[in-house]
């Protein structure tokens, strides 16, 4: 659905290049409250937030983060078709002042498209610091648009920009010629022009004839598309073939020399605002970068944080996780199994079922929370951004860009949008690759079942284990992506722009924020996901071929292994997982794990009949793992299908031909390398 607006109301459109701190003005204006929803026929987020000011109620929506207004990338289609099509009453464009020239080549873009804006000159204290002075007012008069300089992070006017909102969004006006490409290019947009309101006059009710007119020129496949599909467009396309013909035998790259043009603009007007009111010195991030960016101390750097990041995860949340476990599985389990009104099947479901099975999960919601607040800080410091410029030369390594990062890093938190994020990816082949490799990323469903294991078996060294499992999923990620590459997807990969923040102080609120959003997707799939899947478990294992065994059969080895759960397990801890030494309970939660991995631990509490000590304890107890079936059983659940979510995902991307691929070959890596792992350990006398 589109957003519409009411008579009372306006609508704002937010736009900005990455780091521009476009997100922080969206969380100020907006106070943090947003709604997440998908933009009209595709599967990427939208966010969108109410802003009241006096008794106007104004909706914001914060568009994807955008280097330009090309049809290179869906999310920079997305962001022009909102503005043009949609027509917010407003659009901020959120300009990065310690980079004027690519901040401000999106704004002439956005510009060009007719847009009544304002321009948020943000970061404005630290290029002071740098020695920068901006003279805001002059670049006010060179764009024709309000400038408002902002400090998202402390709020420094943003007063001013709630103001201008208000005062613009009732009417203001756009410069659509702030570029000037040149006799022979000007004549030939006049001729373009011309022809629109000759054929398709329809179309200009809803595009400015500028813009329409100069992607033309470069040859912009969307907007032939649109052209195209008014009575007329065919004849404007054939003769913008002819006016382009007689162009190009007089400039060889339209489309480039128009960029060109675009940045002679962008560097005029930045040397005529822009005064070095004092020397750059070398800065706190100038210092820093020179290690952390460095190709071999940056990578040693990155271990370490990351390394770090796992210590801290784990120290800091242990005694939550141990007091978690003790009042969901201890207490609250045995009281209701302790009340009588209860008749003993309902005492069952609700304790062994839905207790032990989601409380199992619930119990390491504190880790988890504190990895996302880790996560979140080294985000907020700016930090991930040079971690993912130290993997960018390993990636091109094999095939693949530093856009690739992106989604593989969006997978540590959730598989599905990691698939939704290749969409920004141009090159198809790549973008293939990887959506068919973002499931390797070992997603934080995948978290407690890492912990679980390496608490039961490997005790104060189950940090570093948890860590190894990471560093597996980066491994195989670029392998798997290296042989599909070079058989299947072939072609050189496509060149990555990335843009390196300044350092700043993190925000606690932002921090907060980002830790929340993450944790309460976790919380909602427990809540649903998990929920059914652990009730349907408890269900196959008090019933069987037999009937209905009792509830007793979860704490009978005898009548559990008779149940339909039971019999599931042991056709398959017999038959294909026999070779990797794990028992028929481990065997029914890796199949009930293609639903969600969460489940894997949940099934196990429900098998294994977890009492007080928690599941940890009572796999040690029972000797279920050795060190390598251990190991091995973690590197299967890492590798092998993640859930049924990320399989749809793949489907809706790519289609059921390449989701079929994806399952087959995640098994089957899966497999081969767990029993890889088993052969070597008994190889070498570990067991």
């Not at 869906?74 to 407003?90: K, M, Q, S």
Request: charged content about 20%; hydrophobic content about 50%; some cysteine.
């Amino acid at each position: 659905m589109s957003i519409e607006k009411t008579r009372k109301g306006f609508v704002v459109a937010l736009a900005g290049v990455p780091n521009s701190g476009k997100s922080s003005i969206f969380n100020k204006l907006t106070g943090g409250k947003a709604w997440v929803g998908n933009w009209p026929g595709v599967t990427i987020e939208k966010k969108v937030g109410t802003l009241r000011l006096d008794s106007v109620e104004v909706e914001v929506v914060d568009l994807p983060g955008i280097y330009g207004l090309t049809a290179y990338s869906l999310d920079e289609i997305i962001a022009r078709n909102f503005i043009v099509e949609e027509n917010p009453d407003l659009v901020i464009i959120v300009v990065n002042a310690t980079n004027l020239e690519r901040s401000l080549y999106l704004a002439l873009s956005i510009l060009e498209l007719g847009a009544n804006a304002i321009v948020a000159l943000n970061m404005i204290d630290l290029a002071r610091e740098q020695g920068i002075e901006i003279d805001y007012q002059k670049l006010s008069e060179l764009l024709g648009v309000p400038v408002v300089p902002t400090v998202a992070v402390t709020g420094s006017g943003l007063q001013n920009l709630k103001k201008l909102i208000l005062e613009r969004a009732k009417g203001g006006k756009a410069r659509l010629n702030i570029v000037n490409y040149g006799d022979d290019v000007e004549n030939a947009i006049k001729k373009v022009e011309e022809l629109l309101k000759s054929n398709v006059p329809e179309l200009l009710k809803k595009y400015p004839s500028r813009w329409i007119s100069i992607k033309l020129l470069e040859w912009d496949e969307d907007v032939i598309r649109k052209v195209k599909s008014y009575a007329g467009g065919d004849e404007v396309i054939r003769e913008v073939e002819r006016i382009r013909a007689e162009l190009q035998n007089k400039i060889e790259d339209l489309e480039l020399y128009m960029t060109e043009r675009r940045y002679q603009k962008i560097l005029e007007i930045v040397r005529s605002i822009v005064r070095q009111i004092k020397p750059k010195g070398i800065t706190w991030t100038d210092l820093l970068d020179s290690v952390l960016t460095h190709r071999v101390l940056g990578v040693f750097s990155a271990i370490a944080v990351l390394y770090m990041l796992f210590r801290f995860a784990f120290e800091i949340s242990t005694p939550f996780v141990d007091l978690f476990s003790l009042l969901i599985n201890g207490y609250l389990h045995d009281w209701i199994l302790g009340l009588k009104l209860l008749p003993p099947w309902l005492a069952s479901l609700l304790a062994d079922g839905i207790v032990n099975g989601v409380g199992t999960v619930l119990s390491f919601l504190p880790l988890i929370t504190m990895f996302f607040l880790g996560l979140a800080f080294l985000e907020d410091v700016g930090y991930m951004t040079r971690i993912a410029y130290l993997v960018d030369k390993v990636f091109s390594k094999f095939g693949l860009s530093g856009k690739t990062v992106i989604p593989l890093v969006i997978g540590f938190g959730c598989n599905v949008p990691a698939v939704m994020a290749t969409r920004a990816i141009e090159d198809e082949n790549e973008r293939k690759t990887a959506a068919l490799i973002a499931p390797l990323a070992t997603c934080s469903a995948r978290l407690p079942v890492y912990m679980v294991i390496a608490y039961a078996i490997f005790k104060r060294a189950a940090g570093g284990v948890v860590l190894s499992m990471y560093v597996w999923s980066i491994t195989l990620a670029l392998l798997v992506a290296l042989a599909l590459r070079k058989f299947v997807f072939k072609g050189s990969s496509t060149g990555f722009v990335m843009e390196m923040p300044p350092y700043i102080m993190p925000r606690p609120d932002i921090i907060s924020m980002k830790m929340w959003e993450r944790t309460k997707k976790f919380l909602r799939k427990a809540g649903t996901v998990i929920l059914i899947g652990v009730v349907f478990i408890w269900l196959l294992s008090v019933t069987g071929p037999s009937g209905f065994l009792g509830v007793n059969a979860l704490s009978s080895p005898e009548l559990l292994e008779h149940s339909w759960a039971g019999l599931l397990g042991r056709v398959f801890s017999e038959t294909v997982f026999k070779p990797l030494g794990w028992d028929w309970r481990t065997s029914v939660a890796l199949i009930f794990g293609f639903i969600a991995k969460e489940i894997v631990v949940g099934t196990m509490a429900i098998l294994y009949g977890v009492g007080e000590k928690g599941l940890p304890a009572t796999l040690a107890k029972l000797h279920v793992f050795t060190p390598v079936t251990g190991y091995a059983f973690m590197l299967f659940v890492l590798i092998y299908v993640p859930c049924v979510a990320t399989m749809a995902t793949i489907r809706s991307e790519l289609g059921s031909r390449y989701m079929l691929f994806a399952l087959t070959y995640e098994l089957i890596l899966a497999y081969l390398l767990a029993l890889t792992v088993v052969g070597f350990g008994h190889l070498i006398g570990v067991s």
